[in-house]
């Protein structure tokens, strides 16, 4: 759970790399895992030639994704990569052209990637013109409602936007191919969307013949409680898009997709380097851990999480919102609460005095605190880092 410098000086990881260190930094066994296959095969490319890791890994990644069809897996090595694996598999499989994103969603910045992106304007600025025939619509983030509702009146009209107006304007639904979701959003600020949203859009996927992907590469892995996000609504992608913590830090990415879909021309896809014998035997370390505990840890030390951050919420007037599902929390720092006006300055202010005091944490969204520690974390590192934070915000 714990960084040092080059000075010797000690620091709370609550960060985890951008939630990849899923089991904390070098774990023994991930370690022993990854220096065991590097004394017996470094590499030889998985699209070409196969090799025991490399299948285990396949074998248990089709096994544990969402829904009864047979699936099949291909490696790559980052979520970008899998995202682009993701919109060409997308095209191929259905003829059609279109790709529905979300406002506020990040799915990585390589081109086809960064099309999909549109969590903050930084991240596109000066790389026009992106990828054709992508369209953004509302995703639910209720804190913030984009079409004004408050919760007690809420019925998912986030989603009008995208069968009343894109349907109907700009992207009729027999041209779109696949929906990209996150089923928590992530770079955008940590929305746990309502309880309705994911099953509606997925009706609207089904209905329509258009493929639903989730990219999981942020919310996957035990970071919410479950393996994968999506299992929280019952969620059945046609396509899981995976990588951050599948590896506790060690280079891959996955795309899981039913038999029916992951279906290519021979030569029309690859990677090198995806599926790296030693980054597979890194990844079936992790799931081991994950699966003797880490992911009810991550649960359990959520909801500790919350209630204790939420503490904090009712003690500073500058805490807005706090939410989360796991270890995926974000506090919200506002201007104003009735306004519910982001407070950027702040955000920098706060984390710039928390790592100063030992803590690291990365920000997300308009002016959110990111917590996102190692699936390892225990009550003592969770109250050292409310303690923290609960001096910084008063502080300032």
Excluded at 41 to 64: G, K, M, N, Q, W
Aim: with cysteine; aromatic share 6%.
């Amino acid at each position: 759970m714990f960084l040092i410098d080059v000075d010797g000086n000690r620091f709370l990881d609550f960060a985890a790399g951008i939630a990849v260190c899923a089991t904390g930094h070098c774990h023994p066994r991930v370690v022993e895992a990854i220096r065991e296959q590097a004394g017996r095969l470094l590499h030889l490319c998985a699209t070409d030639f196969s090799y025991p890791e490399v299948i285990e890994l396949a074998e248990r990644l089709a096994r544990a994704a969402p829904g009864a069809d047979p699936k099949t897996v291909f490696f790559a090595n980052s979520g970008a990569e899998a995202v682009e694996t993701a919109i060409k598999l997308a095209r191929l499989h259905t003829g059609r052209p279109k790709v529905i994103a979300f406002f506020g969603a990040f799915h990585g910045r390589t081109m086809g990637a960064v099309s999909l992106t549109a969590s903050k304007a930084v991240q596109r600025r000066g790389y026009a013109p992106f990828l054709p025939e992508v369209h953004h619509t509302h995703y639910a983030t209720c804190y913030r409602c984009p079409v004004g509702r408050r919760p007690e009146e809420c019925d998912i009209e986030c989603l009008d936007l995208l069968e009343t107006t894109l349907f109907a304007t700009t992207a009729p639904p027999d041209e779109i191919a696949a929906i990209i979701v996150e089923p928590v959003l992530g770079e955008g600020g940590y929305y746990v969307p309502k309880p309705g949203f994911l099953e509606r859009l997925a009706e609207i996927a089904r209905r329509h013949g258009i493929l639903l992907v989730a990219d999981e590469v942020q919310t996957g892995f035990g970071r919410t409680g479950r393996l994968f996000a999506c299992e929280h609504s019952g969620l059945e992608p046609d396509m899981l898009v995976l990588a951050k913590g599948i590896a506790s830090g060690m280079p891959i990415s996955a795309v899981v997709a039913r038999g029916e879909v992951m279906q290519w021309r021979s030569g029309g896809h690859g990677s090198t380097f995806g599926g790296n014998p030693v980054s597979c035997r890194a990844a079936l370390a992790t799931l081991d851990l994950l699966e003797d505990g880490l992911i009810d840890n991550a649960a359990r030390m959520g909801e500790y999480l919350l209630a204790r951050l939420r503490e904090l919420q009712e003690r500073h007037r500058c805490v807005g919102d706090v939410r989360g599902l796991g270890l995926m929390i974000a506090v919200d720092l506002v201007k104003d609460r009735t306004a519910r006006e982001p407070d950027h300055e702040l955000l920098q202010r706060v984390l710039s005095a928390a790592f100063h005091k030992g803590l690291v944490l990365l920000g997300c969204g308009a002016s959110s605190i990111r917590i996102a520690p190692p699936l390892i974390v225990g009550a003592a590192e969770a109250d050292r880092a409310v303690e923290i934070l609960d001096a910084v915000l008063g502080e300032l």
